[in-house]
């Protein structure tokens, strides 16, 4: 029953996060989700600029919001929209007023306002401190802001800011999600300096809380604590960059508080609710004096004006002294009734810190009847938790309770509860048997693999962890992990470049049993299928380049040594593009001894560039939106481009940066002669080139329509509710079209051999007449972000559109473009309104790609879309086939969707 009980709580705690990498849906002033009555402005220079058109890329009214007059530098004008409820708001879109090309106008920055209850407005700062925002170069492509740290609000303005007299107009999107915590400010003692002896200065401040600074406290705000933000386990290494060490954490020394020996804190909710649990993420490296907090007392209020209930909630932690790593606490609250809690948390040593609190609640608000006060002892990390009642009071009745049965009644509990123990036991016991029975005669990719441990100087430990749920968010990795291999999920930065990849298999010099054990392990199959990182760490390490390493050199944390079998592609050399983006693979004999009289494409004049919209960057080079003054007239006859009607040309241009790497520089060369041989309606186009003086660049085909992705999303299906309220929509047919376009485009790169790597719909380019271009812009581009996953804070990887041996063996084919193919054909019919498994973490997902692996039915695939017909889901789940034979060509593709397009 506890661990049914503990469960529940789990899940429902697993719903109160927010991840802002995830949370940035468009929240409705495009499709008008937000109602006219919703948005208002302090004012407008005629009633067709009013603030009801203020609707990003709508050519309505006018086409904007523009304020009256002229904007000077001292003005405030404003345009304020209302969300209707508490928002987690992550990202902003602006546009300027371009109205069918008669339009002019737009800010070129701007500065946000918001306000929780409509009364109290607080400026946003990003972490650094600044207030003003980047706005519009042009008036009419949109520049996308990421809110650094987000905002909790309902009410949001937007503030024009100009350095000269100017007209300036906007249009306007806001993405995020709602916020269901309900929690609208919380009190605290402010955070202190840690001056640690040999280590660098931490100061644990709350350096973006938005309320009241007074007599060393904090009052009235949000700040760090909600901003979705983890801690990491070293509390001096920071998530963000250019902050000053301890910044993810809000910190407290003991005997810095008094003699008190707790840290106080209140929180103050939207309404009253009732209360089942409290997460707090702490940290617990206990080797510096910090650890979890040994205790917790809460008390509640069910109204404000009321006072705090006499009977508090009280809660002890196990203290963990093996494992430093940070940790969520649940501490249950059962169902209180309160619109505001005060808590205090108790010391367990020196310091005690956190990066996260959040709470969950239900949604019907019932009287609290029965107050309690407990005693528990649940484990740290969200574990296993013993709840002992010291007092159960009913208010309706004071007669006090006959005592003569009470010792039989307890003797009945306690046999009960060992008996429940001894099959909890059995049940356990007869499970690890029958996997160890299992796993012993496991092959990998069906062939004998004999494992042995080398001999390394530290012991590692794994556990199997649990099979992922099929939602919500799954364990944590196991605590106990060597900690030079915990949390290896994946591969190292440059896992894919070696032309030779090969699998080195690690030697157990354990027991067959434990052989058979940890090969059951999900995160072991990943280590061991990926060793040293997935061999580049291990080709880096031990030698680099493309040659067999001398293994002889390798220390036991840098490699593993085996003679396992070849795996890899070796007619394929793969390139990282140096914008970040996934260059195409191709054979390896057409990249070699590449010079500048390679290229074929032409020469285009570089001043004839105009630099409208960085559209994205990656490490070495940048992605940027532009109008090509005469490109037409350049190409001359037989030119790609297609009509324009007059308007100008745009146009995305590659640029290497000036201090990319001599490597990076034969690496552009490299993807200007691939892209120069690509020639298909649907794929982008190479155009020309500007490459006799640096910056190097290669200019593009560029649609006007933007990705595939972001055109689907703001779109509903076709239907006779959105033609009446002229909703942007979209038909099925539509949907096949696009799909057997990329389908298309897919078996031109594959006839050449080509590999993608990464397609998914926010690869794929639309014109006005929703013709498709591939393309790979979309890893450098800050909106997708959270589409990949991110390798030691360097490398990213699209793992949800990734086949199970690109992810496990580093093995990219057009066996696994084909499997994100079918991912893409599913975003497609889910209009993108839903990341491909979005109910899993990411560690999740790559859990789920071992079960692929094992192919023992256990492999969460993807749900069937509502839109989609049966005979095209049935496409896709052969896309998804474990067994590379099994799917199907992009041939077999095309031909398969083809006819159900209406010609």
């Given at each position: 029953?506890h661990?049914f009980?503990?469960?529940?709580?789990?899940?429902t705690?697993?719903l109160g996060?927010?991840?802002p990498?995830?949370?940035r849906?468009?929240?409705?002033?495009?499709?008008?989700?937000?109602k006219?009555?919703?948005?208002?402005?302090s004012?407008?220079w005629?009633?067709t600029t009013?603030?009801?058109?203020?609707?990003?890329?709508?050519?309505e009214?006018?086409g904007?919001w523009?304020?009256?007059?002229?904007?000077?530098?001292s003005?405030s004008?404003y345009?304020?929209?209302d969300?209707?409820r508490?928002?987690?708001l992550?990202?902003?879109g602006?546009?300027?007023r371009y109205?069918?090309?008669?339009g002019?106008?737009?800010?070129?920055a701007?500065r946000l306002?918001?306000s929780?209850?409509?009364?109290l407005?607080?400026?946003w700062k990003?972490?650094?401190g600044?207030?003003?925002?980047?706005?519009?170069?042009?008036?009419?492509?949109s520049?996308?802001n990421?809110?650094?740290?987000p905002?909790?609000?309902r009410y949001?303005?937007?503030?024009p800011?100009?350095?000269?007299s100017?007209?300036?107009c906007m249009?306007v999107?806001?993405?995020?999600?709602?916020w269901?915590?309900g929690?609208?400010s919380?009190s605290?003692p402010?955070?202190q300096?840690?001056?640690?002896?040999?280590?660098?200065?931490?100061?644990l401040n709350?350096s973006?809380y938005?309320g009241?600074h007074?007599?060393?406290r904090?009052f009235?705000?949000m700040?760090?604590?909600?901003d979705?933000v983890?801690?990491q386990?070293?509390?001096?290494?920071t998530?963000?960059y250019?902050?000053?060490?301890g910044?993810?954490?809000l910190g407290?020394?003991?005997?810095?508080l008094?003699t008190?020996?707790?840290?106080e804190?209140?929180?103050?909710?939207?309404?009253q609710?009732?209360?089942?649990?409290?997460?707090v993420?702490?940290?617990?490296?206990f080797?510096?004096?910090?650890?979890?907090?040994?205790?917790?007392?809460?008390?509640?209020?069910?109204?404000l004006?009321?006072?705090?209930e006499?009977?508090?909630?009280?809660?002890k932690?196990?203290?963990?002294?093996?494992?430093?790593?940070a940790?969520?606490?649940t501490?249950?609250?059962?169902r209180?009734?309160?619109k505001?809690?005060?808590c205090?948390?108790?010391?367990?040593?020196?310091w005690?810190?956190?990066?996260e609190?959040?709470?969950q609640?239900?949604d019907?608000?019932?009287?609290?009847?029965i107050?309690?006060e407990?005693t528990s002892t649940p484990?740290?990390?969200?574990?296993?938790?013993?709840t002992?009642?010291?007092?159960?009071?009913?208010?309706?009745?004071s007669?006090p309770?006959?005592?003569?049965?009470?010792?039989?009644?307890?003797?009945?509990?306690?046999?009960?509860i060992?008996?429940?123990?001894?099959?909890?036991f059995?049940i356990l016991?007869?499970?690890y048997v029958?996997?160890?029975?299992?796993?012993?005669?496991?092959r990998i990719l069906d062939?004998?693999?004999t494992?042995?441990?080398s001999?390394?100087?530290?012991?590692i430990?794994?556990?199997?962890?649990p099979?992922p749920?099929?939602s919500g968010?799954g364990?944590?990795?196991?605590?106990?992990?060597d900690?030079?291999y915990e949390?290896?999920?994946?591969?190292?930065?440059?896992?894919?470049?070696?032309?030779v990849?090969?699998?080195?298999?690690p030697?157990?010099?354990?027991?067959?049993?434990?052989?058979?054990?940890?090969?059951?392990n999900?995160?072991?199959?990943l280590?061991?299928?990926?060793s040293?990182?997935?061999t580049?760490?291990w080709l880096?390490a031990c030698?680099g380049?493309y040659?067999?390493?001398?293994?002889?050199?390798?220390?036991?944390?840098q490699?593993f040594?085996?003679?396992?079998?070849?795996?890899a592609?070796?007619?394929?050399v793969?390139?990282?593009g140096?914008?970040?983006?996934n260059?195409?693979a191709?054979p390896?004999l057409?990249?070699?001894?590449l010079?500048?009289?390679?290229?074929?494409?032409?020469?285009?004049?570089r001043?004839?560039?105009?630099?409208r919209?960085k559209?994205?960057e990656g490490?070495?080079g940048?992605?940027?939106?532009?109008?090509a003054?005469?490109?037409p007239?350049f190409?001359?006859?037989?030119?790609?481009?297609?009509?324009?009607d007059?308007r100008s040309?745009?146009?995305?241009?590659k640029?290497?940066?000036a201090?990319?790497?001599?490597q990076?520089?034969?690496?552009?060369?490299?993807?200007i002669?691939?892209?120069s041989?690509l020639?298909?309606?649907?794929?982008i186009?190479l155009?020309?080139?500007?490459?006799?003086?640096d910056p190097?660049?290669?200019?593009?085909?560029y649609?006007e329509n933007g990705?595939?992705?972001?055109?689907?999303s703001q779109?509903e299906?076709?239907s006779?509710l959105?033609?009446?309220?002229?909703?942007?929509?979209?038909?099925?047919s539509?949907?096949?079209?696009?799909?057997?376009q990329i389908?298309?485009?897919?078996?031109?790169?594959?006839?050449?051999?080509f590999v993608?790597?990464?397609?998914a719909?926010?690869?794929?380019?639309?014109?006005r007449?929703?013709?498709?271009?591939?393309a790979?812009?979309?890893?450098s581009?800050?909106l997708?972000?959270?589409?990949?996953?991110?390798?030691?804070?360097r490398?990213?990887?699209?793992?949800?559109?990734?086949a199970?041996?690109?992810?496990?063996?580093?093995k990219?084919?057009?066996?696994s473009?084909?499997?994100?193919?079918g991912v893409?054909l599913?975003e497609?019919f889910?209009?993108?309104?839903?990341?491909?498994y979005?109910?899993?973490s990411?560690?999740?997902?790559?859990e789920?790609?071992?079960?692929?692996f094992?192919?023992?039915g256990?492999q969460?695939?993807?749900?069937?879309p509502?839109?989609c017909?049966?005979s095209?889901?049935?496409?896709?789940?052969?896309?998804w086939s474990?067994d590379?034979?099994?799917r199907?060509?992009?041939?077999?593709?095309?031909?398969?969707l083809?006819p159900?397009?209406?010609?």
């Amino acid at each position: 029953m506890h661990l049914f009980l503990l469960l529940i709580l789990q899940a429902t705690a697993a719903l109160g996060q927010i991840d802002p990498a995830h949370c940035r849906y468009a929240l409705g002033m495009e499709d008008r989700r937000i109602k006219d009555d919703d948005i208002t402005a302090s004012s407008q220079w005629y009633e067709t600029t009013g603030p009801q058109y203020a609707r990003l890329n709508r050519e309505e009214g006018d086409g904007a919001w523009c304020p009256e007059g002229q904007l000077e530098p001292s003005d405030s004008q404003y345009l304020q929209v209302d969300l209707g409820r508490l928002t987690f708001l992550t990202v902003v879109g602006t546009q300027g007023r371009y109205a069918r090309n008669s339009g002019n106008e737009f800010a070129r920055a701007y500065r946000l306002n918001y306000s929780r209850d409509g009364l109290l407005w607080k400026s946003w700062k990003n972490r650094l401190g600044n207030a003003v925002m980047e706005g519009n170069k042009n008036a009419y492509t949109s520049v996308i802001n990421d809110l650094h740290p987000p905002i909790i609000t309902r009410y949001v303005r937007l503030i024009p800011v100009t350095k000269l007299s100017t007209t300036v107009c906007m249009r306007v999107e806001l993405y995020g999600c709602p916020w269901e915590d309900g929690l609208i400010s919380y009190s605290a003692p402010e955070g202190q300096l840690m001056m640690p002896p040999g280590y660098p200065i931490a100061s644990l401040n709350d350096s973006t809380y938005d309320g009241v600074h007074e007599r060393r406290r904090l009052f009235g705000g949000m700040g760090q604590l909600t901003d979705g933000v983890i801690g990491q386990d070293d509390f001096l290494v920071t998530r963000q960059y250019h902050v000053w060490p301890g910044y993810d954490y809000l910190g407290w020394r003991n005997d810095s508080l008094g003699t008190q020996g707790y840290v106080e804190m209140e929180f103050v909710f939207d309404r009253q609710r009732n209360f089942t649990s409290l997460k707090v993420h702490s940290n617990n490296m206990f080797s510096r004096g910090v650890k979890i907090f040994s205790s917790v007392s809460c008390w509640f209020k069910p109204r404000l004006i009321a006072g705090w209930e006499a009977e508090s909630v009280a809660f002890k932690t196990v203290l963990d002294d093996r494992n430093p790593s940070a940790r969520y606490v649940t501490v249950p609250l059962n169902r209180r009734t309160a619109k505001s809690i005060r808590c205090r948390f108790y010391f367990a040593d020196v310091w005690m810190m956190f990066s996260e609190i959040s709470f969950q609640s239900e949604d019907t608000v019932l009287p609290t009847q029965i107050t309690l006060e407990v005693t528990s002892t649940p484990v740290t990390e969200e574990g296993t938790m013993a709840t002992t009642p010291k007092t159960a009071v009913n208010a309706s009745t004071s007669d006090p309770p006959d005592d003569g049965n009470t010792p039989i009644l307890i003797g009945c509990l306690v046999t009960i509860i060992l008996l429940l123990v001894i099959i909890i036991f059995l049940i356990l016991w007869c499970q690890y048997v029958c996997k160890v029975l299992e796993k012993a005669p496991r092959r990998i990719l069906d062939e004998e693999v004999t494992v042995r441990l080398s001999s390394c100087s530290d012991t590692i430990i794994l556990q199997t962890p649990p099979v992922p749920p099929r939602s919500g968010h799954g364990p944590t990795v196991p605590a106990n992990t060597d900690p030079h291999y915990e949390r290896v999920f994946l591969l190292d930065p440059q896992y894919q470049n070696p032309a030779v990849l090969r699998n080195k298999l690690p030697e157990l010099s354990q027991s067959a049993e434990a052989s058979a054990l940890l090969l059951g392990n999900p995160l072991y199959d990943l280590l061991l299928l990926t060793s040293c990182h997935m061999t580049s760490g291990w080709l880096r390490a031990c030698g680099g380049g493309y040659a067999e390493p001398d293994v002889t050199q390798c220390t036991p944390h840098q490699c593993f040594h085996s003679n396992a079998p070849h795996y890899a592609e070796t007619d394929i050399v793969r390139l990282q593009g140096v914008t970040g983006s996934n260059m195409y693979a191709v054979p390896a004999l057409t990249v070699d001894s590449l010079t500048r009289k390679d290229i074929s494409a032409a020469e285009f004049p570089r001043q004839q560039l105009i630099f409208r919209e960085k559209l994205g960057e990656g490490q070495f080079g940048e992605v940027h939106l532009c109008e090509a003054e005469g490109l037409p007239e350049f190409l001359g006859e037989g030119s790609p481009l297609p009509d324009r009607d007059g308007r100008s040309v745009l146009v995305a241009v590659k640029q290497l940066r000036a201090d990319a790497t001599s490597q990076a520089r034969n690496d552009f060369l490299k993807e200007i002669k691939i892209m120069s041989r690509l020639n298909d309606p649907n794929i982008i186009r190479l155009l020309c080139v500007c490459v006799s003086s640096d910056p190097l660049c290669m200019v593009t085909e560029y649609m006007e329509n933007g990705d595939l992705n972001m055109f689907l999303s703001q779109r509903e299906i076709e239907s006779t509710l959105t033609h009446a309220n002229n909703i942007p929509s979209v038909s099925l047919s539509d949907l096949l079209h696009m799909s057997v376009q990329i389908s298309s485009g897919m078996k031109y790169l594959a006839s050449l051999n080509f590999v993608h790597r990464d397609l998914a719909t926010r690869n794929c380019l639309l014109d006005r007449r929703l013709t498709i271009k591939i393309a790979d812009f979309g890893m450098s581009r800050n909106l997708y972000s959270s589409d990949y996953y991110r390798i030691q804070g360097r490398a990213v990887l699209p793992i949800r559109w990734m086949a199970w041996e690109s992810i496990l063996l580093g093995k990219f084919t057009t066996a696994s473009d084909v499997w994100a193919f079918g991912v893409t054909l599913w975003e497609i019919f889910t209009l993108c309104k839903e990341q491909p498994y979005s109910l899993l973490s990411d560690e999740q997902v790559i859990e789920n790609t071992g079960e692929f692996f094992r192919n023992q039915g256990r492999q969460i695939f993807l749900y069937a879309p509502p839109l989609c017909p049966p005979s095209l889901f049935e496409l896709m789940m052969r896309c998804w086939s474990r067994d590379i034979p099994d799917r199907p060509t992009f041939e077999g593709l095309y031909q398969a969707l083809r006819p159900h397009v209406n010609q």
